[in-house]
Each structure stands twice: as C-alpha cells, then as structure tokens.
C-alpha cells in the first residue's frame, strides 16, 4: 500500500477513534507487528502515544527515532520479564503491565542502575482469572499495590486489564473501574480494537487501539 493511501486512511481512522472516545481519554496505539511505513504515518497525522508489546522490537524501533520526535511517549503493554529491567526502563515512559512483586523490585533496581527517569507504572489485573494471562488475580491486587506504594512511592497510577477474549468486556471493564476507583488511582488503561468506545463509556482513561487504527498487523 503506498505511503499516501496510508496516510490518509490511518489519518481517517485516528480521528473517528478520537471522536468517539472524547477529549479525556488518551489513544495508545498499539503497533506491535506493524510496518514501519504505518508508524511514520500515524506520527505524520499527529500520533505521540504507542503502545508496544516486546522490548526488543520496540528498541528496534524507537531507540533513535526517540530524538527525533516531539513529545513521544512509549507504554509497554506487553508482559516484561524481569531481565529485560533495564532496557525497559530505558525505553518507556509507562509499564502498563506490573503483575508480581519481583518485577517491581527489578523495576526499582533498573532505573537505580540505569539512572533512567522512573516510568509510571499500572498494574495489570487479570479480571477474568485466565491461567494463561499476566496480570495479578483481583485478591492479590490490594497486596501488591501496597507494597509498590511503600516501596517506590507515586509510582503507581493505575490499572490496566485485558478481558477474556470469549467473553462479554462490560463486566470485566466496569470491575477495573471499580477497582482504580476504591484504591484512588487516576488512570484505568482498558479497551482496544473492538471495544474501545464502550471502554471509554464505562471509565478508561486509556483505551490501546491497534488493527482499528493500523490495519491487519503483518504475520
Ligand atoms: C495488541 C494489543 C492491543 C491492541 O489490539 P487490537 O485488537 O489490534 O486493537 C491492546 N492491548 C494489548 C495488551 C495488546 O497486546
């Protein structure tokens, strides 16, 4: 597809997904497996915020064209392990996907190490208890949180999840919600391709979009 047809198209979709999400909500878009023409696109039409999956492949990407670009700002929304610390907190300005309390002692020795400036943090949960899934089980969020806002205060501020792919979103949505609500935190990172609107009606304040933004991702 050439450059122009890009252009135009994800220029299109960027502005319908803003208008349905309203002012207050921020789009992340989600470029994982995306080509590199898409990404100059969305950057062409005004995008700042990505969300990238893989630390390696967003070094790739974004390591030198950081210096380039006004105002980026890059989430991991991706599960990290703890080896890839350092780079992570290198990288990003937000790690969506906090889940376990190793990794945020990692977190806390990367940017010691590093001198990297703190990312803000969300914690993953996983709402709908999938084995499978990062993300802390709801009744072992309160346990976490706390010793994150001991440990390394101010950096957390809120809350991310991904339903069940065969389930009904609302339920798992309006749960976060609560959930950011009852421990005071600001930011609820929710919703993507298919329900990003309803999303934003139940309370994200994040929604990450990346094939209704994008197009189909390559591979
Ligand atoms: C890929 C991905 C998205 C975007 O998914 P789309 O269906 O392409 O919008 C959102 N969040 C996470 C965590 C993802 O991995």
């Known amino acids: 597809m050439s450059e122009d047809t890009d252009l135009d198209r994800i220029g299109e979709a960027r502005a319908r997904i803003l208008d349905e999400i309203g002012a207050d909500v921020t789009l992340v878009a989600a470029s994982k497996r995306q080509p590199e023409e898409r990404i100059e696109a969305a950057l062409a039409v005004g995008q700042r915020v990505f969300g990238e999956n893989r630390v390696q492949e967003a070094q790739a990407r974004w390591t030198e064209r950081r210096a380039m670009v006004d105002g980026l700002r890059l989430h991991l929304i991706g599960p990290l392990q703890t080896n890839k610390s350092e780079d992570a907190v290198r990288l990003f300005d937000v790690i969506e996907t906090l889940d376990r309390e190793k990794l945020l002692r990692a977190l806390i020795k990367a940017v010691a190490k590093t001198g990297a400036a703190p990312p803000d943090l969300l914690i993953q949960v996983n709402t709908g208890a ?44 309006a749960l976060l919600k609560k959930l950011a609500d009852r421990y005071d935190l600001p930011v609820v990172s929710m919703g993507m391709s298919g329900d990003y609107a309803l999303a934003a009606r139940l309370g994200a304040t994040h929604v990450r979009v990346g094939t209704g933004l994008f197009g189909a991702r390559e591979s």
């Open 130 to 173: 999938e084995p499978q899934k990062g993300g802390v089980l709801v009744e072992a969020l309160e346990a976490l949180l706390e010793l994150a806002r001991a440990e390394w205060p101010g950096r957390v501020t809120g809350l991310m999840c991904i339903p069940p792919a065969d389930e009904p979103a609302v339920p798992h949505f």
